[in-house]
């Protein structure tokens, strides 16, 4: 907290009309700092609102140098560690169950802390496992894939065997039967040629 918010919170809890200057050093307990907080809660609502802070002498921006949560409301337990600071800026003594409250309440805020980076760690370590899953997940597709492209292309390539087995079958078959054809046809105009007739035997004349 800034020494200027604390200079203005701490002189705000000195008796009216007495200087910081001529009153007695003494212990600032719990109680203290709660008949403090509740002069400031005029709604009792259990916290300090931004007007009410104000009202005491305490701007927004001061009051965000003890504002815990960043919520612009000051708690009771962020109220206590604020209070202690600012006797300490001014000072003054601090008392043991003052002490002891804050620093439950820090301790507290400590492993609030501690919790939430376990948390993020545990959500880390989740979210990089998934991605290590899905990583594998998507390896896994994309060898199936590839086997599935590498079967469809022998699958392939050997329809286009059968296929072009069975085309040039075809084509020796349609090539033999035109062959044969040619030769029934030779054949045929063999067969139709005419037989050469005989000449016939001319008499010889005799005597002339």
């Known amino acids: 907290m800034k020494k200027t918010a604390l200079s203005i919170l701490f002189a705000a809890t000195f008796l009216a009309g007495v200087s910081q200057a001529q009153a007695p050093q003494k212990q600032h307990s719990l109680n203290d700092a709660q008949s ?4 400031g809660d005029r709604d009792a609502d259990g916290r300090l609102k931004p007007a009410e802070l104000t009202a005491m002498g305490i701007t927004t921006r001061q009051a965000s140098d003890f504002d815990d949560d960043g919520d612009t409301y000051i ?10 600071s600012m006797v300490l800026a001014g000072g003054e ?7 002891a409250e804050v620093t439950r309440v820090l301790a507290e805020r400590q492993a609030a802390e501690a ?11 989740k979210e990089a496992e998934d991605k290590a899953d899905a990583k594998q997940r998507a390896k896994g597709e ?29 084509d020796k078959a ?3 039967k035109r062959r044969k054809a040619q030769e ?9 040629r005419p037989t050469p007739r ?3 035997n001319t008499p010889k004349r005799i005597g002339g």
């Open 174 to 176: 349609d090539a033999e």
């Open 184 to 192: 029934r046809i030779k054949e045929g105009k063999k067969d139709k």
């Open 75 to 84: 708690s009771k337990r962020e109220f206590y560690v604020a209070y202690r």
């Open 93 to 99: 003594q601090v008392g043991n169950d003052l002490d």
């Open 36 to 39: 403090f907080f509740r002069k």
């Open 142 to 170: 994309e060898r199936l894939r590839d086997a599935k492209e590498a079967e469809d292309k022998a699958d392939a390539k050997q329809r286009a065997k059968g296929e072009q087995r069975i085309q040039d079958a075809k």
């Open 198 to 200: 005989p000449r016939p």
């Open 115 to 125: 919790r939430k980076r376990a948390e993020q760690r545990i959500r880390d370590a």
